[in-house]
């Protein structure tokens, strides 16, 4: 298997009325696996803007860029995949999220605002993000297995 070098994307934590925003990122809605909005990084484009982009597809949601809380690695190595994703405080700025809105790639299919509390009732990753999300601290969360 030819190295790869690691995928880079970014994603946002958004807080509203103490609740936190979550994706279901699964074609088909194969997963049970909740996860922070945000993406792929497109060369040529900033964190923040390829972050603006992402969110909106997957919510339909405007976002202002704030700090970045977290750095979070993950990788299969069977495949040979390594990611690293960025996750920055947003906050919403234009929109409501919709039930009739659909992700134009198609991987999102479900979007959704989790409390603290609700979030030990769901599958979610990292492990790290109700401190990441609800926290102070700048976080690192080492590498880790992929899971669907």
């Excluded at 920055?88 to 509390?117: H, M, N, Q, Y």
Aim: aromatic letters at 8%; one cysteine or more; glycine letters at 8%.
């Amino acid at each position: 298997m030819k190295p790869r070098s690691p995928r880079l994307a970014v994603r946002a934590l958004i807080l509203h009325q103490d609740r936190l925003l979550m994706v279901n990122a699964f074609r088909g809605n194969v997963s049970d696996l909740w996860c922070a909005p945000g993406g792929g990084v497109h060369l040529g484009q900033s964190l923040h803007e390829n972050l603006i982009r992402e969110v909106h597809e997957e919510t339909g949601l405007s976002v202002a860029v704030g700090e970045p809380v977290l750095v979070n690695e993950f990788h299969a190595p069977e495949h040979g995949f390594h990611q690293v994703d960025l996750y920055f405080r947003c906050a919403i700025t234009g929109g409501v999220l919709d039930d009739t809105w659909r992700d134009p790639e198609g991987v999102v299919t479900k979007r959704r605002f989790f409390s603290r509390a609700e979030m030990a009732s769901i599958r979610f990753k990292p492990d790290t993000l109700p401190e990441a999300a609800w926290g102070g601290a700048m976080l690192y969360d080492p590498l880790e297995l992929l899971v669907r």
